[in-house]
T-cell receptor, first 115, second 113 residues
Framework: DAGVIQSPRHEVTEMGQEVTLRCKPI?????LFWYRQTMMRGLELLIY????????DSGMPEDRFSAKMPNASFSTLKIQPSEPRDSAVYFC?????????????FGQGTRLTVV | RKEVEQDPGPFNVPEGATVAFNCTYS??????FFWYRQDCRKEPKLLMS???SGNEDGRFTAQLNRASQYISLLIRDSKLSDSATYLC??????????????FGAGTRLAVHP
């Protein structure tokens, strides 16, 4: 398996623009997570899905952030409008609960810079 | 109070040293605990799960104290390749829910020759 695939790897955008981050989880995994990592705040859970359904979005910082999972193989995280304080590395991760295995596998991340 | 707290370090140790990291968590209902490792500019990867009775994987030993809500990681005979950030991870779901993995901010380890 290719692992969790995120795109783009790097994104530089101007303040006010819409940004869309994409994630393809590992085939067969039933949980998908979006995290944001900064030096100041570490790794923060933004939202997670189970079987394509959002379970907990309490970590989404504000209404400018939205996430969707239209099917088992694709998810997006959208920021509209973007602000400089959104600059961070955004990670997508997936896991499979079956047989008690709870390991989360991470993608390589999207490094977002908002100028 | 953060849900998972760790000493950020850095811990600077010579090769061959033994080093211990600690972590505390606030959700007493948490059922699953892990240590992840993150190399510079890379994604986090699972190092080991932490079981109630404590567990060992080669040079790495993990311990859990549920009464104190405390997790530890011991690394023996440190190698240069152990240099990384170590993340304490707790299943923070409430009400018995399964999979809300909450990460600590990480403890940075630097092993020098």
């Amino acid at each position: 398996d290719a692992g969790v695939i995120q795109s783009p790897r790097h994104e530089v955008t101007e303040m006010g623009q819409e940004v869309t981050l994409r994630c393809k989880p590992i085939s067969g995994h039933d949980y998908l997570f979006w995290y944001r990592q900064t030096m100041m705040r570490g790794l923060e859970l933004l939202i997670y899905f189970n079987n394509n359904v959002p379970i907990d979005d309490s970590g989404m910082p504000e209404d400018r952030f939205s996430a969707k999972m239209p099917n088992a193989s694709f998810s997006t995280l959208k920021i509209q409008p973007s602000e400089p304080r959104d600059s961070a590395v955004y990670f997508c991760a997936s896991s499979f609960v079956g047989a008690g295995n709870t390991e989360a596998f991470f993608g390589q991340g999207t490094r977002l810079t908002v100028v | 109070r953060k849900e998972v707290e760790q000493d950020p370090g850095p811990f600077n140790v010579p090769e061959g040293a033994t080093v211990a990291f600690n972590c505390t968590y606030s959700n007493s209902a948490s059922q699953s605990f892990f240590w992840y490792r993150q190399d510079c500019r890379k994604e986090p990867k699972l190092l080991m799960s932490v079981y109630s009775s404590g567990n060992e994987d080669g040079r790495f030993t993990a311990q859990l104290n549920r009464a104190s809500q405390y997790i530890s990681l011991l690394i023996r005979d440190s190698k240069l390749s152990d240099s990384a950030t170590y993340l304490c991870v707790v299943n923070g779901a409430r009400g018995g829910g399964y999979n809300k993995l909450i990460f600590g901010a990480g403890t940075r380890l630097a092993v020098h020759p």
